[in-house]
C-alpha cells in the first residue's frame, strides 16, 4: 500500500488541507491519505488554540465519507514534540511492507536541512513536494534532497511532485476572522465552521487577550 502521511497543526482543517490532499492523493498514486495532527510541531512557536479532542472531532468531519482519507493519532498520544522521522520510524515499524510517501509544501522542502534527521526521513519515505504553478515560483529545487540520499533514490523523488491549485487559505487567517467575528464561510468545511463557532474556541482566545 502507498501511504501518503500528512502532518500539521490543523488548527483548524481547512479546504486548502483537503484540496492539497486529493491532489497527491491522485497524483501520486496513492490508496490512502493519512491526516496526522502534531502534538506540538517544531516549528511552532506556540501550541494549538483547538484541544486535542477538538482538532480530532473536527478532522474526522472534515475527511468523513472519504474512504481515502483517514485520521491517524499516533502523534498525539506519543506527545511531546511531533518530529516528523519519529513518526515516520514508527509506521514503518508499524507496517514494514507499506510504502511511505510524505507531502510537504515548497516551503517546508526550503527548510528540510532544519528538520530533525532529514537523511533518515528521506530512507524512510519518499517525499512529495508540492508546488503551485499559479504562484509563479516555478518547480520545487528538489536538489536540496539530493545529499540526503543515493543518486538511485533521488531520481524516485523527482517523479514524486505534485501540482496543486494556489489556494490562499491559512488556519491562521482563519483563526483570526473567527477571533474578530469574520465571516470564514467557504474557507473550511460547513461542519467544522458551525462546530468551531458553536464551542466558541477562537472566540474564547479573543475575549482572553482583550481581558
Sequence with gaps: MRIGIFGGSFDPIHYGHLILAEHCLHQASLDEVWFIPAATAPHKER?????????????KMAI???PQFVFSDIEIKRGGISYTVDTLSEIKEQRPEDELLLLIGKDSLDGFNTWKEPRRICELAVPVVVSRPSSGDGKPDL???EKYVSPERFQLFQQHTVQSPLIE??????????????????LLPRG?????ETAGIYQAKARATNA
Excluded: C, N, P, W
Aim: net charge positive; aromatic share 8%.
Design 143 to 145: 536538489t536540496l534532497l
Design 47 to 59: 501550541g494549538a488554540t483547538m484541544t486535542d479532542r477538538q482538532r480530532t472531532e473536527t478532522i
Design 169 to 186: 487559505i491559512s488556519s491562521s487567517e482563519i483563526r483570526r476572522r473567527f477571533e474578530s467575528g469574520e465571516s470564514s464561510r467557504y
Design 192 to 196: 467544522v465552521e458551525k462546530y468551531i
Design 64 to 66: 468523513g465519507g472519504h
